[in-house]
Nanobody
Framework: QVQVKESGGGLVQPGGSLRLSCTAS????????MGWFRQAPGKGREFVAT????????YYSPSVKGRFTLARDNAKNMVYLQMNSLKPEDTGVYYC?????????????????????WGQGTQVTVSS
């Protein structure tokens, strides 16, 4: 099993930037995909971005494409989500996942983490 811990959230003004970090531990050798989801107040969890950790291929939700960027530090078992040009609608709790399945699995509308458990997440609030 792989455990993840998210950090880096906070309060930022519209147009600002934040970088979220996700640290993976445990059986990280089994991880094929890492990515991010978010949940806005009163709404369901939604896909944000996914990465194939072997090829570094990425895919982003249309709502964040061009503003958010995934990056990975293999030596540290970390993945980062650089978020630029933030909008109020980006507000929510951001969750990281590490998955032994294909990176495309994270795009499924009914996605669940391998063990069914989400991390604690990190709060991002975009407000003036």
């Amino acid at each position: 099993q792989v455990q993840v811990k998210e950090s880096g959230g906070g309060l930022v003004q519209p147009g600002g930037s934040l970088r979220l970090s996700c640290t993976a531990s445990g059986r990280t050798d089994t991880t094929r995909a890492m990515g991010w989801f978010r949940q806005a107040p009163g709404k369901g969890r939604e896909f944000v971005a996914t990465m194939d950790v072997n090829s570094n291929r990425t895919y982003y939700s249309p709502s964040v494409k061009g503003r958010f960027t995934l990056a990975r530090d293999n030596a540290k078992n970390m993945v980062y989500l650089q978020m630029n040009s933030l909008k109020p609608e980006d507000t929510g709790v951001y969750y990281c996942v590490a998955d032994p399945r294909s990176w495309t699995t994270l795009m499924y509308s009914d996605y669940r983490p391998p063990d069914g458990t989400w991390g604690q997440g990190t709060q991002v609030t975009v407000s003036s």
